[in-house]
Structure formats: structure tokens, C-alpha cells
């Protein structure tokens, strides 16, 4: 909320000669953030449905027409307020969507698999010219360890993470904060 006196002196004067005031209230527009999943089976798919209920504008990238919002990437609408979740069934795919988005100026990138498979895809990177720091944006495995694991659970655990990164949030148990 702002004050100006439509006056030429005076606090909040703004030089004019009418008279009187005028309150303006400024609400700024930011745009609902994007959530990029790739891979719509059996995680991705509670995961769409909880991130549109927290708020997230939902891209949901698969092969398999039924399981997406479209076929491929789109990396033009990759912006800063994008959080990216590569949970294809399989490695190859992974690996080729975080090539591709590495260079994007995606808030959250993370990508869900074993140690193991996060580490060989993370070689393969390295190799072909990746950059340390391109590669510290990967956040995996991915998600919160809240200790579930059926996919609803690890859902909500990938989302938390996402939360908890978008807000600055520490992840610790509010009981437990000071």
C-alpha cells in the first residue's frame, strides 16, 4: 500500500497541484510455478495430482499418450520458476532428459533412482563435458526421506523436497525448530 499527497510539497508529495491523496494498492503477479515431471506412471501420476493441489502449474512428459500432457520436452518453457522431477521407468530416458535439461534455468532439478544408477548417469555426464556445477543442481536420489514407499508416499516425499527448496525451508520437524 502506498500513500502520495497530490500536492507539489510535503511528505509524500509528488508535485502535483490538485489536492488531496491517493492510496494505490500494489498485489505484484507472479506467475503459479511449474512443475516438469518426466515420467507419468506410477509415481509421476500422484505427484501431478498433489502438485496441482499445492498450486504448481502441472507438465506431465511421456511416451505413452495416455500418461501425458504432451510426447516430449519442452524446453523453451523451462524458466526460473520451473522444478523439474525425471521419474521415466527407465535410465536411458533419464539420462536424456537431464542432458537436456542441465543447461534450462529450472529452480529444482532432481531425478529419482538408486545410488547406483544416479552415479553411472552422472559419469556418463562428467565424460561428454558436463560441468561440476551443472551437475550439483541434480538433486538424487530424489526426494525427502520420509520413510514411505509406496508411490503416493514417494510422491509426497519428491514434492516435499520440491517445498521445502521453493520456500527455503529446512526440512526439519517444526517441533524440532527453534
Known amino acids: 500500500m502506498f500513500h502520495f499527497a497530490l500536492q507539489e510539497e510535503g511528505p509524500d508529495a509528488i508535485g502535483t497541484l490538485c489536492g488531496g491523496a491517493v492510496n494505490v494498492f500494489i ?70 532428459a537431464l542432458r537436456d535439461v542441465l543447461p534450462a534455468p529450472a529452480a529444482y532439478i532432481g531425478m529419482i533412482g538408486s545410488r547406483r544408477k544416479i552415479g553411472v548417469i552422472l559419469e556418463h555426464l562428467r565424460a561428454d563435458g558436463f560441468s561440476e556445477e551443472q551437475l550439483a543442481r541434480v538433486c538424487a536420489p530424489i526426494g525427502l526421506d520420509l520413510g514411505g514407499r509406496e508411490p503416493a508416499e514417494i510422491a509426497l516425499a519428491i514434492l516435499a523436497e520440491i517445498e521445502m527448496t521453493r520456500h527455503g525451508g529446512s526440512g526439519r520437524p517444526r517441533h524440532k525448530s527453534d
Open 27 to 96: 498485489e505484484p503477479y507472479l506467475p503459479r510455478p511449474m512443475l516438469l515431471i518426466v515420467g507419468g506412471g506410477h509415481i509421476g501420476r500422484p505427484l501431478a495430482e498433489l502438485a496441482r493441489m499445492v498450486g504448481y502449474d502441472v507438465q506431465v512428459v511421456d511416451l505413452l499418450a495416455e500418461r501425458a500432457d504432451r510426447p516430449q520436452l519442452a524446453l523453451d518453457t523451462i524458466t526460473e520458476r520451473t522444478y523439474v522431477v525425471l521419474i521415466s521407468e527407465d535410465h536411458v530416458t533419464d539420462e536424456q
